[in-house]
């Protein structure tokens, strides 16, 4: 319909409503067009990190509240002459609508587009009218460690994977945070060079133990910087020696079984420091920890404890001849890793710490691993003391 005529008419359906019911005239409010909602993206002038990115626009208002296709268009120019991709008659969606560009975009270009929502009646007005330049230089992906990881060294070697834009030489900027908001900054290093495949920075100040942290990098070329990637977070759990003298220090976490009552010997203190346990019947036994069925202990050694000849760990047990299994953390948080399950007669057992994916560990968790038997007063494994052979 032609514009005049329409303005005429919903002029007149303003100034003269008793004299004609607009809403049964037909085709007349069909053709008034959609309005903007005046959301869209990219939003203008943005700098976007994609080659073939969607465009988008929050849903324009239909006049009778119908659903509406659009017409999206992307031009080279702002005179809005050198068209170079179309969607036409989009379905709209829930909210917002979008159409992805089907053509690869150029690094370092600007590109101008626009939008119009379609009636059966009006074929809409062209709106946005904006521009979007493509970067030349995208963020790095973050290669290691991988998000969630958990470290072992306080200062964790941070690896990207080259970013995709432009050719030259580039630099990468590496940030590490305490927080997830990203506002106490621990450690960061600026212009690292990149190495073709996999470039990587070495953090140069000591982080913390049982600690999380969350870093992010970006690339830099030709005097022009990437955005910073999402942020990704590791664990550092790492071994930190505590002036221990080679046997448990102190106890972390105890799951004493006291089966029904009848285990007698539940102080999990008396598995700490050098092996003293005496006594030859229930009455006069002392200096031991009776675990009960399925019972554990989780203990400090205070000490770092790496992989040496043989055993590096010997689990002192007194009485009897109970199996146990166990596990060791380098941090008391971190995740603990078992070294296997052995017979351990009295007076002592020995585990071996290789195969392990720790270098050192200073936590130790024994678990009772007896078979069901009915209660007695010194039921489960009988931990006297915990050695550790090589240490720091
Ligand atoms: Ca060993
Ligand atoms: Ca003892």
């Given at each position: 319909?032609?514009?005049?005529?329409?303005?005429?008419?919903?002029?007149?359906?303003?100034?003269?409503?008793?004299?004609?019911?607009?809403?049964?005239?037909?085709?007349?409010?069909?053709?008034?067009?959609?309005?903007?909602?005046?959301?869209?993206?990219p939003t203008a002038h943005q700098e976007i990190s994609s080659l073939q990115p969607s465009l988008s626009v929050l849903n324009f208002k239909d006049f009778n509240g119908k659903s509406l296709k659009y017409d999206f268009q992307l031009f080279n120019d702002k005179s809005w002459?050198?068209?170079?991709?179309?969607?036409?008659?989009?379905?709209e969606g829930t909210e917002y609508t979008q159409w992805k560009i089907n053509i690869q975009l150029q690094f370092g270009v600007r590109y101008y587009w626009r939008v119009r929502a379609k009636t059966e009646y009006s074929e809409g007005n062209w709106e946005v009218q904006s521009d979007f330049r493509v970067k030349n230089i995208f963020p790095p992906t973050l290669y290691s460690p991988i998000d969630g990881e958990t470290m072992d060294s306080l200062t964790p070697l941070l690896c990207v994977t080259d970013s995709t834009g432009i050719s030259g030489q580039r630099y990468y900027d590496f940030e590490v945070y305490a927080d997830e908001s990203l506002t106490q900054l621990k450690a960061q290093k600026q212009?690292?060079?990149?190495?073709?495949?996999?470039?990587?920075?070495?953090?140069?100040?000591?982080?913390?133990?049982?600690?999380?942290?969350?870093?992010r990098a970006r690339c830099r070329i030709a005097g022009e910087q990437s955005d910073w990637s999402d942020p990704e977070y590791f664990y550092i759990c790492a071994c930190q020696p505590a002036g221990g003298n080679g046997y448990a220090q102190s106890v972390v976490l105890s799951d004493i079984d006291d089966c029904d009552g009848m285990n007698r010997f539940m102080n999990p203190n008396e598995a700490l420091g050098t092996p003293n346990a005496t006594g030859t019947t229930t009455s006069n036994f002392r200096g031991f920890v009776s675990l009960g069925l399925g019972g554990s202990i989780t203990l400090d050694m205070k000490v770092c404890i790496r992989n040496g000849a043989g055993y590096d760990i010997r689990v002192y047990q007194y009485v009897s001849n109970e199996p146990v299994e166990v596990y060791v953390s380098s941090?008391?948080?971190g995740t603990y890793y078992s070294l296997g399950t052995e017979p351990c007669n009295h007076p002592a057992c020995g585990f071996d710490i290789s195969g392990i994916p720790l270098n050192e560990v200073r936590y130790i968790k024994?678990?009772?691993?007896?078979?069901?038997?009915?209660?007695?007063?010194?039921?489960g494994a009988d931990i006297d003391a915990v050695q550790a052979i090589y240490y720091h």
């Amino acid at each position: 319909m032609n514009k005049k005529i329409l303005f005429i008419a919903v002029y007149a359906c303003m100034i003269i409503p008793f004299l004609y019911s607009c809403e049964e005239s037909t085709g007349i409010s069909d053709a008034i067009p959609p309005d903007f909602s005046g959301e869209f993206y990219p939003t203008a002038h943005q700098e976007i990190s994609s080659l073939q990115p969607s465009l988008s626009v929050l849903n324009f208002k239909d006049f009778n509240g119908k659903s509406l296709k659009y017409d999206f268009q992307l031009f080279n120019d702002k005179s809005w002459k050198q068209l170079i991709d179309q969607g036409t008659d989009i379905q709209e969606g829930t909210e917002y609508t979008q159409w992805k560009i089907n053509i690869q975009l150029q690094f370092g270009v600007r590109y101008y587009w626009r939008v119009r929502a379609k009636t059966e009646y009006s074929e809409g007005n062209w709106e946005v009218q904006s521009d979007f330049r493509v970067k030349n230089i995208f963020p790095p992906t973050l290669y290691s460690p991988i998000d969630g990881e958990t470290m072992d060294s306080l200062t964790p070697l941070l690896c990207v994977t080259d970013s995709t834009g432009i050719s030259g030489q580039r630099y990468y900027d590496f940030e590490v945070y305490a927080d997830e908001s990203l506002t106490q900054l621990k450690a960061q290093k600026q212009g690292q060079p990149e190495i073709s495949g996999k470039t990587c920075w070495q953090v140069n100040v000591a982080l913390s133990t049982n600690s999380h942290y969350y870093w992010r990098a970006r690339c830099r070329i030709a005097g022009e910087q990437s955005d910073w990637s999402d942020p990704e977070y590791f664990y550092i759990c790492a071994c930190q020696p505590a002036g221990g003298n080679g046997y448990a220090q102190s106890v972390v976490l105890s799951d004493i079984d006291d089966c029904d009552g009848m285990n007698r010997f539940m102080n999990p203190n008396e598995a700490l420091g050098t092996p003293n346990a005496t006594g030859t019947t229930t009455s006069n036994f002392r200096g031991f920890v009776s675990l009960g069925l399925g019972g554990s202990i989780t203990l400090d050694m205070k000490v770092c404890i790496r992989n040496g000849a043989g055993y590096d760990i010997r689990v002192y047990q007194y009485v009897s001849n109970e199996p146990v299994e166990v596990y060791v953390s380098s941090c008391r948080d971190g995740t603990y890793y078992s070294l296997g399950t052995e017979p351990c007669n009295h007076p002592a057992c020995g585990f071996d710490i290789s195969g392990i994916p720790l270098n050192e560990v200073r936590y130790i968790k024994i678990v009772d691993r007896s078979p069901t038997v009915p209660c007695y007063e010194h039921i489960g494994a009988d931990i006297d003391a915990v050695q550790a052979i090589y240490y720091h």
